[in-house]
């Protein structure tokens, strides 16, 4: 896999790849919203070369799980190793050192007061079930605030609290109860009306002041779950000052914080959570994605206090799996190994990059990020922000075919999440099909 890329031999999608598509029809469940129709065969660092042997630079990281970039040779071979040694004996009835071990080094790295404790599970939605159940059962508390623009995942607890895209909710009520959705720091487009951001943030005066006197007291409410940086909803970077006013809500309230940290941790913002960032430092953090680089993981992490719930109240038959947990602790090695330092440096030169196409490209709006999760807001005019979705939509699907991974966010946005390894060239050439693609469709 050492040829140029990206490099498109066949119009994608090319034969074998609408072969497979014909078959995926027939046997494989509709209820996937695929963005193109990308078959892929294999992939290696920040290469995906499709069944047709075309190959493209990723520029999605598999939705962020990847960090490390595919199959990192250290990755693979912790993974060899553990699966000739113990694919798979349950946590949820015997002991793991591996779990053990993955704990105590996700309790060093975690914010907060130690010694914490982890439940593992398989994905981002269950690490926020699991969220969900901890909170409630701790407090004593029914209700759980959440916000709008959200992604927490597609389970019944997860997906009640999200509010990003009504296909995800529609025909599944009745949903958990006792969810409030309030709006996000999300300044470009403030929902109070206001032009920047002020000391003392409007949505957070909100909550204070109508919500808690006039619908629901904060004595009732279990907790608030937070994504440090909204994810699905657009990757809409909130001021510094939100998560650390929310945070003092919470606390003046006995209130817990939880940061779903599934999309924006491991590494991806340049510090190992987003929510550093901000100083501030939750009661409960959800992880997943780029946990283990491709294998399936999940954790929700917590102090021993609130993490106080007896045996038999929640287990996973499958999470924690060894495999997963050898490759999660390769991906920590090779995250403070200079992963994390990459993600903050390119982050800026994208940044920097896409700022610059800006001045050039008035289809966009806005563009945001912290480290390697960065995202542009198309609009179709700047002085109204009309959402330019569909124009959005032409733009990633071009891209694509001319060999440039990316995906879609919010309802206007194209994220920019590529593996951490990414070196200038690679942002670069990614910055050059964009800026070809942006002409395009402007035209």
């Not at 779903?260 to 941790?265: A, F, N, P, T, Y």
């Not at 602790?329 to 903050?344: F, I």
């Not at 124009?391 to 694509?400: N, P, Q, T, Y």
């Amino acid at each position: 896999m050492s040829e140029k890329f990206p490099l498109i031999k066949v119009k994608p999608p090319g034969p074998k790849a609408r072969a497979f598509l014909k078959r995926d029809t027939k046997y494989i469940s509709p209820s996937s919203a695929r963005a193109y129709p990308l078959v892929v065969r294999r992939a290696s660092g920040t290469m995906v070369e499709d069944v047709d042997g075309n190959h493209y630079l990723d520029f999605t990281a598999g939705v962020a799980v990847t960090g490390t970039g595919h199959c990192h040779p250290e990755v693979v071979r912790a993974v060899r190793e553990q699966a000739g040694e113990l694919l798979h004996m349950s946590g949820a009835d015997f002991f793991n050192p591996l779990q053990i071990e993955l704990a105590e080094r996700l309790d060093k790295i975690c914010p907060g007061p130690s010694p914490k404790r982890v439940f593992f599970s398989n994905s981002g939605a269950e690490s926020v079930e699991s969220a969900i159940k901890l909170v409630r059962y701790h407090t004593g508390r029914p209700y759980i605030i959440a916000f709008v623009g959200a992604f927490h995942g597609r389970t019944m607890g997860a997906l009640s609290l999200n509010a990003s895209r009504p296909i995800h909710r529609k025909g599944f009520s009745p949903l958990v109860p006792g969810v409030i959705h309030v709006p996000y720091a999300y300044c470009y487009r403030c929902p109070y009306g206001e032009t920047h951001p002020r000391e003392e943030l409007a949505c957070i005066r909100w909550i204070a002041e109508e919500l808690f006197k006039s619908y629901v007291p904060p004595e009732e409410v279990a907790a608030v779950f937070v994504e440090p940086i909204q994810g699905e909803g657009g990757y809409i970077v909130p001021p510094r000052a939100f998560l650390k006013d929310l945070s003092a809500l919470c606390k003046k309230y006995g209130i817990l914080l939880v940061a779903d940290e599934v999309q924006s941790g491991m590494g991806r913002t340049g510090k190992m959570l987003a929510v550093e960032h901000s100083g501030v430092k939750p009661d409960v953090i959800c992880l997943a994605k780029g946990m283990a680089s491709g294998l399936p993981l999940g954790a929700t992490i917590a102090s021993q206090e609130i993490m106080g719930w007896p045996p038999g109240s929640h287990a996973s038959t499958f999470g924690g799996n060894p495999v997963s947990c050898r490759a999660a602790l390769a991906t920590l090695e090779l995250l403070k190994g200079g992963l994390m330092d990459n993600a903050s440096k390119m982050g800026d030169y994208l940044l920097k990059g896409l700022r610059g196409l800006y001045k050039d490209h008035p289809i966009i709006g806005d563009v945001r990020g912290k480290g390697l999760m960065i995202g542009i807001e198309l609009v179709k005019d700047r002085e109204t922000k009309e959402r330019a979705s569909k124009e959005r939509d032409k733009i990633v699907r071009r891209a694509f075919e001319k060999g440039l991974l990316l995906l879609g966010c919010g309802r206007n946005s194209i994220r920019f999440a590529p593996p951490l390894i990414i070196t200038r060239k690679e942002a670069d050439t990614a910055l050059t099909v964009l800026e070809e693609v942006l002409g395009e469709v402007e035209r």
